[in-house]
């Protein structure tokens, strides 16, 4: 790693944990004087970093890669630590800052189900929401914190030999991960049945019925080529819903849309239960759809206006 990309690094890394600090100072301010263990342990390990990086960003010459390494991980440490003490005891503080959280760098987690395992039954049984859940979400997620990681260390070290390799990896693990995300709560125990208001209308609008619109992204999900998802998008360029098919996951997209309805139909999904009846899944599928989330999901993303072309 060149010294310029090591001066950079924590340059950007100072910036980084300053805006960090900065929140944590207004919420020990809001919090009074008392902070718990937990809290004042935390406090303490910030002050610690915040104090390194300065120090390292004002003698350059003592930074080497091991120490940017150090570093990072720290960092994703801190800010993995900042999300579980929101998460766990400050929901509402931790709501009201929302637009100023992301997720750092490889540090993408496994969002819970919203639901129990066995509570899409019997339309999707126990051991497929376990498989599907635990083993096959969770390998998106730490293919995509991999990826994100060795493009990382590309940009610190110049040797992008292999950058073909990891973009790969982060659309595929990535496409696998977000839509999964969506995939999880689009359906419900309470679903089935039709949407209603706006999103009807649009329906209507997009595909000329209900029932036309079912059938259309019924048979879409039926005949992905090898394992793939049917997608219902918003495309605010044109102002109209669209279903899209996607192969694997990253193929076939348009990339300008929102998903808002996601079935997954790789055999994952439901080959323990149906085996090589695709159809009889899609079909029985419906009974189980979260119309509030999608109209929840449709009615941000129609937020979103772009020029029309
Ligand atoms: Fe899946």
Redesign the pocket.
Known sequence: MSQDTLSQFVYELEEWVSDLNDKWQRFKLEQGDELNEELSNYDQNLNKFVEAVRNYQERQEMLSHDIAQELQSEAAYLFHRWNELFKSDHKGKEQSNDHNRFVPIGGHELPPLPYAYDALEPYIDERIMRL?HDK??QSYVDGLNKAEREMQKARQTGDFDLIKHWEREAAFNGA?HY??TI?WNIMSPEGGGEPSGELLNAINESFGSYDQFKEHFSEAAKNVEGVGWSILVWSPRSHRLEILQAERHQDLSQWDVIPLLVL?V?E??YYLQYENDRDAYVDVWWNIVNWDEVESRFNTAREVKWEQY
Do not use: E, S, Y
């Open positions: 599907h096959h979400h696998g839509l999964h995939f997954d790789w994952h999904a």
